[in-house]
């Protein structure tokens, strides 16, 4: 008598998911239980005179007190970084709205809340712009990042892109609610940060290269594209009036319940190749897209682009097609930052 295999298979998977929830409850319980240590440290110190030296002295003591009965993990810096955590997270709040979805979670005593694990909030605690520093944290809950990932989107400076084709008011938001999808132009990206193809070790390539490079890697080009994205197919033929075509890359989004698709272009962007998109567009839009789904938006992805050609080209009115160019490298952050200043003064210079 053989037991189907497909039986054994979820109850493994029960099993896993109950181990992976355990695991993630201890975690967070360890966050908020760093936290309180980091407080008692903080103002043990504030009672003594002298803070500075008694500082020094009582993370010493406490490390190897916490060692001797506990083991490894509580190293002199382990410890600091406790008492930094109560510092940074003692007087932050993150946006109610966003803090309201997790009504099971335990606050500290000015109401906050974490989602997170320890190694996540060591990253996000170095964040220094308040606003900067939510965004991360909200985005990296709402898409269940790894701190691996969450590593590589701040690095990719996800925050700067996205705030940077927004306006002031949108850019607040962000740090309130992380982003959120509402329209055609909430999903576009630009420049969108593609270094985990590995181009530059290739000579010379083509789209076709291109291409294949983001299949091999689609979980993380999926990554890059940001919420709500499903992958439909590569190189989707149609015909009309027996002419054949063939889009690169198709997706579709959940959230704003349309296709999205990508034509990929390795040299400089031309007018003919907004023309071409807008074919595209129009016989999705005409053809496939169902009734009650939304109108489908295009993306160019290129090397690089002369916006005045775009604008040119496009209608005043436009909001499906976009044109975006595609880094190959990790971005400067700092030039980036730098960019976002200016882009917020230029807001209230308008105002």
């Known amino acids: 008598m053989q037991i189907d295999d497909k039986f054994l298979k979820e109850i493994s998977d029960i099993l896993m998911a109950a181990r992976a929830n355990a695991k993630r409850a201890v975690n967070l319980s360890m966050v908020y239980g760093y936290y309180e240590v980091g407080r008692k440290i903080y103002v043990e110190e504030q009672n003594e005179e002298g803070r500075a030296v008694y500082g020094k002295y009582i993370i010493k003591e406490v490390s190897k007190y916490l060692t001797e009965i506990m083991g490894r993990g509580y190293s002199?810096?382990?410890v600091k970084q406790m008492r930094q955590f109560y510092q940074v997270y003692s007087t932050d709040s993150i946006g109610q709205k966003f803090s309201d979805q997790f009504p099971n979670l335990p606050t500290i005593s000015t109401g906050r809340k974490f989602f997170l694990s320890w190694s996540h909030y060591l990253l996000l605690m170095r964040?220094?712009?308040?606003?900067?520093?939510?965004?991360?944290e909200i985005e990296a809950v709402k898409n269940n990042w790894s701190l691996d990932e969450l590593k590589r989107q701040y690095n990719s400076a996800l925050y700067e892109r996205i705030a940077l084709s927004t306006n002031k008011e949108e850019v607040y938001r962000l740090a309130l609610e992380g982003q959120v999808i509402d329209n055609p132009m909430d999903i576009v990206k630009d420049p969108y940060i593609l270094e985990f193809l590995n181009l530059p070790e290739l000579p010379e390539y083509s789209e076709s290269d291109l291409e294949s490079r983001i299949i091999s890697h689609l979980e993380r080009f999926l990554l890059e594209l940001g919420t709500g994205f499903a992958f439909i197919g590569r190189q989707v033929r149609f015909t009309y009036e027996e002419d054949h075509f063939k889009v690169d890359l198709v997706f579709y989004n959940r959230l704003l319940r349309c296709f999205v698709l990508f034509d990929l272009k390795i040299g400089k962007l031309t007018h003919q190749d907004i023309g071409q998109m807008q074919m595209y567009v129009h016989y999705y839009d005409r053809q496939v897209k169902l009734a009650d789904e939304n109108k489908t938006i295009g993306i160019l992805l290129c090397r690089d682009k002369n916006d005045a050609v775009v604008q040119m080209t496009l209608p005043e009115d436009n909001d499906q097609i976009f044109?975006?160019?595609?880094?190959?490298?990790l971005p400067s952050k700092e030039e980036l930052r730098k960019l976002l200043e200016e882009h917020l003064a230029?807001?209230?210079e308008t105002e």
């Open 346 to 348: 230029e807001e209230d």
């Open 127 to 136: 964040i220094k712009n308040v606003d900067e520093r939510h965004f991360y």
């Open 76 to 78: 002199v810096t382990n």
């Open 323 to 329: 044109a975006s160019k595609y880094e190959e490298v």
